[in-house]
């Protein structure tokens, strides 16, 4: 103990460059594994990243199912993205990722995208998901408030900012406002920001504010507007719908509550909410035995419902989580 004792400095000093060899092995491992390019780090303010990568999602999914997609933010033309498209677009895999290349980039790893060019960013800020603090008796939207409250405080025009759907939590017109004048201020602070929004209201914003640009994740329909295919995407230009009927149907919501949700968005949708038209009964007939209780009948059209074509690995995989988890859900019912 006393020689190792006398000898601490050295140890410790070894300690440290083994770590750092460690570190670095792993990087470059990880670059030769998955294809990760050299990034270019300046002090500049424009990040130009060129067929992104979402890295963990790229590992789950394998490169030849990972869509790429391009990014362009600087201090001017390109200063706010505001983003939109559907549930499941990849809105919020592309806010992180951008976040993911400037992290990795700035650690002196390689990223995975075929070229990459980060200003160096003091700070990154988040405002994704949904949470709450019941301990300290706070909301969902009072969570999110206080994350926003704490960006616009500490934020600058070299920080790279992620904020996806601010003002969900509250009523539509209020969480507008708030997502408008958020936007504004972070117009006038010059931050570079990722703003995905379902508020197709805040498409509007390029005509009044220098630097904010609309993009949105492309979606192909067909059928009578009754089927999507995501194709994840990155376009310039706005959405004009969020297709979240198509999304509660991939989910495995059954056909009659998808069909009276229809009806219901056709009303609506032609601002004739009082011709809505009355939930059909069911049909009367001779009574017949069935082979298969309700579960297996509900199983058994939401398997008929799914489009295999349009889904992708993930989207698949989604689908069967959720079926498991109402399984277990009517286990413990029983129970």
Known sequence: REKVSLR??????????????DVLNSFAAAAARHGY????????????????????VEASMGVSGFIPNDTELDGKENRILVIT???????STYLKQVALITVMAQAGSF?????????VADRIFTRIGAGENLAQGESTFMVEMTEVASIL???????LLIMDEVGRGTSTFDGISIAWA??????????????????????????????????????????????????????????????????????????EVIKRAWDIFNSLEEKEPSALPPREKEKSGPDQLSFLDDSALRCRDMISSLDLN???????MQVVRKWQEDIKDEDRDIT
């Open 8 to 21: 601490s400095h050295v140890i410790q000093e070894n300690s440290g460059l083994i770590s750092e060899l």
């Open 182 to 255: 958020v936007i504004e201020e972070l117009s006038r602070m010059g931050a570079r920001t990722l703003f995905a929004t379902h508020y197709f209201e805040l498409t509007g914003l390029p005509s009044r504010l220098e630097g904010v640009k609309n993009y949105n994740f492309a979606v192909r329909e067909w059928a009578d507007r009754r089927k999507i295919v995501f194709l994840r995407k990155l376009q310039s230009g706005s959405a004009d719908k969020s297709y979240g009927i198509h999304c509660a149907q991939l989910a495995g919501v059954p056909p």
């Open 85 to 91: 498209g559907p549930n499941m677009s990849g809105k």
């Open 111 to 119: 990223v995975p995208a075929s070229e990459a060019r980060i200003g």
């Open 153 to 159: 405080s500490g934020a600058t025009s070299r920080s």
């Open 37 to 56: 390019r050299r990034p270019s780090v300046s002090g500049g303010g424009n990040i130009l990243i060129k067929e992104g990568r979402h890295p963990v």
């Open 310 to 316: 349009s889904l992708t690995p993930l989207d698949l």
